[in-house]
Nanobody
Framework: QVQLVESGGGFVQAGGSLRLSCTAS????????MAWYRQAPEEQREVVAT???????TYVDDVKGRFVISRDNAKNAIYLQMYNLRPEDTARYYC????????????WGQGTQVTVSR
């Protein structure tokens, strides 16, 4: 079972930037897609950005133009560069992987906390 480990979270003022990293214990090329999700207190987990093995990214409307998802297959890692952060971006951010032939993201990391102050 591949393990995912996130890093890069922290405290930042509104308007600031952070870069999250997710490193896999094995090849990420085996996955159809990888994604970043987030979950705020008392809220449901929501997808933020997805990147397919082809490199095609998708974003939730709220982060378009502010977040950039990328991948480095050689390092078995994906990243989430976040610009112009807002207090409402405060959440725990999770990395997830979806296998080929599966309809859901089934492999998850432990998450990294992002807190944006006003």
């Amino acid at each position: 079972q591949v393990q995912l480990v996130e890093s890069g979270g922290g405290f930042v003022q509104a308007g600031g930037s952070l870069r999250l990293s997710c490193t896999a214990s094995g090849s990420i090329g085996r996955f159809l897609a990888m994604a970043w999700y987030r979950q705020a207190p008392e809220e449901q987990r929501e997808v933020v950005a997805t990147i397919f093995n082809s490199g095609t990214p998708t974003y939730v409307d709220d982060v378009k133009g502010r977040f950039v998802i990328s991948r480095d297959n050689a390092k078995n890692a994906i990243y989430l560069q976040m610009y112009n952060l807002r207090p409402e971006d405060t959440a725990r951010y999770y990395c997830a992987a979806r296998r080929y032939g599966r309809s859901a993201f089934e492999i998850w990391g432990q998450g990294t906390q992002v807190t944006v102050s006003r």
